[in-house]
Structure formats: structure tokens, C-alpha cells
């Protein structure tokens, strides 16, 4: 992984500690910043206190199901994807999830190879995203400050 891996921040919100702790390592090893949740009530906590590039949201917590948290997820951070985790291969928790606002849903047990191309693939377009969003608010500055300058002229 890139040294630029070190710049993201995922979150990851699952109540099995075994999957949790190898899911959080594995990102960890790859150059990722991880916190993590067990519960529905400790992702709100971490999503109160800081910002995240990336948010792996399991379904069945023991508070709530974690499609809850989506929407209030996509109020406050709209452009973070969430990938829903789930043990539980049906197809109408996978409509649910993706109409809420879930940027993918990945079924347990987890591959690490493929998850970690999955984060870097879905970082990177995040990423690329945001340089445009960049580049388009600097042109609308120059543009803004150019119309300006005409005006004092």
C-alpha cells in the first residue's frame, strides 16, 4: 500500500471481537488509520468525535441493526462510503442497505486480499472525487476573482 494509505481513516463497526480485531490489523498492516465499534451505540460515539474516510458497518449489532445508522451517516457525511458487512446472504437487507445510501455490501467470512482492494478501490475514487471537488472550487474562485478585478478596472 501506498504511504498515502496512512492519510485514510476507517472505521469499523462490527460486534463479532474475533472478525473486528483481524479486520482492524489487516487494515492497520496495509497503512490504514482504524477505529473501531462493537456496537451501534459506540459508532455514534466515534462518528461525534471524528471523521472518516471509509465506514464498514455490520447489519446485526446487539443494539440496533446497523441500517439505522445509515441515514444519519449520510446527513453528516455525505460523501463517505459505507460497506455494509453481513453474514446473512439476503437480498432484501442488500436493497435496504444500497437504498440507504451504502456504497457496497460484502458478505462474511471476509477475504483479506479482496477487502483491501475493495478499500483501495473505493479511496481511490473517493479520493479522485475530492481533487475534482478541489479543482472545481478553486477555477470558481479564480473565475469569481477575475470578474472582480474587471469590476474595479
Known amino acids: 500500500m501506498t504511504s498515502m494509505a496512512s492519510d485514510y ?42 471523521s472518516f474516510d471509509l465506514t464498514f458497518l455490520d447489519l ?29 446472504d439476503k437480498l432484501d437487507s442488500a436493497v435496504e442497505a444500497v437504498r440507504n445510501g451504502a456504497r457496497d455490501y460484502l458478505l462474511k467470512p471476509l477475504d483479506p486480499p479482496a477487502i483491501l482492494n475493495r ?16 479543482l472545481r472550487s478553486q477555477v470558481a474562485s479564480m473565475l469569481k476573482e477575475k470578474r472582480e478585478s474587471k469590476k474595479r478596472e
Do not use: W
Not at 473517493?126 to 471537488?133: D, F, L, M
Open 119 to 134: 478499500v483501495k478501490q473505493i479511496l481511490e475514487e473517493k479520493g479522485q472525487t475530492k481533487t475534482a471537488e478541489g
Open 9 to 50: 481513516r476507517i472505521l469499523l463497526v462490527d460486534d463479532e471481537e474475533n472478525l473486528r480485531k483481524t479486520m482492524a490489523m489487516i487494515l492497520r498492516r496495509a497503512g490504514y488509520q482504524v477505529e473501531t465499534a462493537a456496537t451501534l451505540k459506540e459508532a455514534r460515539q466515534c462518528l461525534e468525535s471524528s
Open 60 to 88: 446485526k449489532l446487539p443494539d440496533a441493526n446497523g441500517l439505522t445508522l445509515l441515514p444519519d451517516m449520510r446527513k453528516r457525511f455525505p460523501g463517505m462510503p459505507v460497506v455494509v458487512l453481513t453474514a446473512h
